[in-house]
């Protein structure tokens, strides 16, 4: 079964520099959920979007942007990069209804910041 | 808020015993749902087993069982018949029933985990 897709899967970046995650979710799946776990930490919930509209906020910096396209899928945008932002950057996909709204998660990105 | 809590950091478990990861939350909902995410080395996410507030029984999924006490918001879960793949990091989480402003599910609230050894 096809599953969650997440680019690159590795990014190393300095501080101060830009970085762009790319989500694609499950087919049919038109809800995307964004999850920073930091090193040795639980994930925390960044931002989620349903039909490219933000559904939820959680604990994103104002220097990350994020959005969701006709396609559904997801782009986190993240500017003046911090040594903090060091972290596995998960993606989910859930289906509105669906599954009992089950999120799917992908492998992750891990984002190093030198 | 919902809060989440692991109070074990660290489980060990000899092959084919039977372990129990403690969990308890907060919130001030009745509807809502509760997961166990494993987490190998890999970094995967693996959702393992998931339970809905509004039912009394117990889910249960091969060897993996969870024993939910609403009462108590003590959700704990027994994994019987150990095996070295079970080694992993175990995530507890809860999502409110109620749905966002847009009719698609809730955030996830993680616990801290706890760290599965699983020896021979």
């Known amino acids: 079964a096809a599953g969650v897709i997440q680019s690159p899967r590795h990014l190393i970046k300095e501080k101060r520099e830009t970085a762009t995650l790319k989500c694609y979710p499950i087919?049919?799946?038109?809800?995307v959920y964004w999850y920073q776990q930091g090193p040795g930490q639980d994930p925390q919930f960044l931002i989620s979007?349903?039909?490219?509209?933000?559904?939820d906020k959680g604990s994103i910096p104002d220097r990350f942007s994020a959005q969701q396209f006709s396609d559904y899928h997801s782009e986190l945008n993240m500017s003046s990069l911090e040594l903090g932002d060091s972290a596995l950057y998960f993606c989910a996909s859930s289906q509105k209804p669906g599954q009992g709204y089950e999120q799917y998660f992908g492998p992750g990105t891990r984002l190093t910041v030198t | 808020a919902q809060t989440v809590t692991q109070s074990q950091p660290e489980m060990s478990v000899q092959e084919a015993e039977t372990v129990t990861l403690s969990c308890t939350y907060d919130t001030s909902e009745s509807d809502y749902y509760l997961f166990w995410y494993k987490q190998p080395p890999s970094r995967q996410m693996i959702l393992v087993i998931r339970q809905e507030a509004y039912k009394q029984q117990n889910a249960t999924e091969n060897r993996f069982s969870v024993n939910f006490q609403k009462a108590a918001k003590s959700f704990s879960l027994k994994i019987s018949d150990s095996q070295l793949g079970d080694a992993a990091m175990y995530f507890c989480a809860y999502r409110r029933a109620l749905l966002t402003n847009t009719g698609t599910a809730s955030k996830l609230t993680f616990g801290t985990g706890t760290r599965l050894q699983v020896t021979l």
């Open positions: 979007f349903y039909e490219k509209m933000q559904s």
């Open positions: 087919p049919r799946h038109d809800t």
